[in-house]
């Protein structure tokens, strides 16, 4: 067994749901499995240096495929509502990674236990969201459905930027992680904990205490950040579809960026440099992280993490 580098760091892996089921492709079971275990690479590589780790992921392509079958099959089994798709999600896809991740170290020699905890993460009733929704999910409709699916369903649905006509459901901030204190114990311990899956399950808590779910869904990164922070990590890890933070994306002013202050990322984000439907959130976690007591956020794509970790792409988040 080749030995360990040591390090008493802690750090929280933030894979995109973009990872697991990729743009173009039909996004089968086994197509999702392959590309786990190459989403894996970057993270292997950090626990073979003696990193103790929790990872997160999204679920925003599986969570599309849920709804879908929710809409397609409602006339022959109950229809679940979009907390339980989550958690379910949560579940069944951190099984693909625990499963990769087990077999990944078993072949690399290194002996750790992972596991996959389901996390309920706790926001605020009367969060603006829940008042306003705009997280566009689900299937699309035709304009002529709306009226129906408003008046029957009781869904908001609005116009996806000329796309169709979509579901909108509330994405409020996360304020706590309800297992948090495990999922320090077990990680701090040196157990990989895989958890909160698509932001994790989102919940809120009644006048006497008890908890209640919502339907809603939790921005990943956000979640990631807070987690973070809640399990006194070092370091997060955004992994992304690019490879570095850039200023005028997608333009002939691109600008890449190796490394980012704190006091710029809250200036470029101010000036609308980073969109919040992709990399805002990105940048608002890594902001809150860092002014949380982190020490770095590297945001980087999920085939580049290795390289991303010898320095020699990504972007650093730093105070």
């Given at each position: 067994m080749?030995?360990?580098?040591e ?7 933030a894979?995109?749901?973009n990872?697991?089921?990729r743009?173009f ?8 499995f ?8 970057g993270v292997a ?5 003696g ?7 999204g679920?925003?392509?599986q969570v599309g ?7 397609e ?7 679940l509502p ?20 087990i ?5 690399r020699?290194?002996?750790?236990n992972v ?18 929704p705009?997280?566009?999910?689900g299937?699309f ?24 006509y ?19 114990k ?12 698509g932001?994790?399950?989102p919940?809120?808590l ?21 987690l973070?922070?809640?399990i ?9 579809a ?5 200023l ?5 002013q ?9 006091a ?5 984000l ?9 990399m ?9 992280f860092?002014?949380?007591?982190g020490?770095?956020?590297?945001i980087t794509s999920v ?5 991303a ?11």
């Amino acid at each position: 067994m080749p030995a360990l580098v040591e390090t008493n760091k802690i750090a929280v892996v933030a894979l995109g749901g973009n990872a697991i089921t990729r743009e173009f492709e039909e996004g089968d079971i086994y197509q999702q499995f392959a590309n786990t275990r190459r989403a894996l690479m970057g993270v292997a590589d950090l626990i073979e240096r003696g990193y103790r780790l929790a990872i997160t992921h999204g679920n925003g392509p599986q969570v599309g495929n849920a709804l879908i079958r929710v809409e397609e099959t409602r006339h022959l089994v109950p229809p679940l509502p979009l907390g339980v798709i989550v958690a379910d999600l949560e579940g069944g896809m951190g099984y693909m990674i625990e499963q990769s991740l087990i077999n990944k170290l078993l072949l690399r020699g290194i002996g750790r236990n992972v596991v996959t905890l389901l996390a309920q993460v706790v926001v605020e009733r009367d969060d603006p969201s829940i008042q306003n929704p705009s997280k566009f999910v689900g299937p699309f409709y035709k304009k002529e459905e709306v009226a129906e699916l408003t008046a029957r369903r009781g869904y908001l649905i609005r116009e996806d930027a000329g796309r169709g006509y979509r579901r909108v459901v509330p994405s409020p901030v996360p304020q706590k992680v309800v297992e948090a204190a495990i999922i320090r114990k077990l990680v701090h311990e040196g157990t990989v904990v895989i958890t909160c899956g698509g932001g994790g399950i989102p919940v809120y808590l009644e006048e006497d205490g008890r908890l209640e779910g919502i339907d809603a869904v939790i921005d990943k990164d956000l979640a990631s950040a807070l987690l973070a922070r809640e399990i006194e990590a070092d370091e997060l890890y955004i992994l992304t579809a690019v490879d570095q933070v850039a200023l005028h994306f997608g333009t002939a002013q691109q600008q890449s960026l190796d490394v980012l202050s704190v006091a710029d990322a809250r200036r470029y984000l101010t000036q609308g440099h980073f969109p919040k439907g992709s990399m805002g959130p990105k940048i608002q976690a890594a902001i809150n992280f860092i002014e949380q007591g982190g020490k770095k956020v590297i945001i980087t794509s999920v085939e580049r993490m290795t390289e991303a970790l010898q320095g020699k792409t990504g972007t650093e988040i730093v105070a």
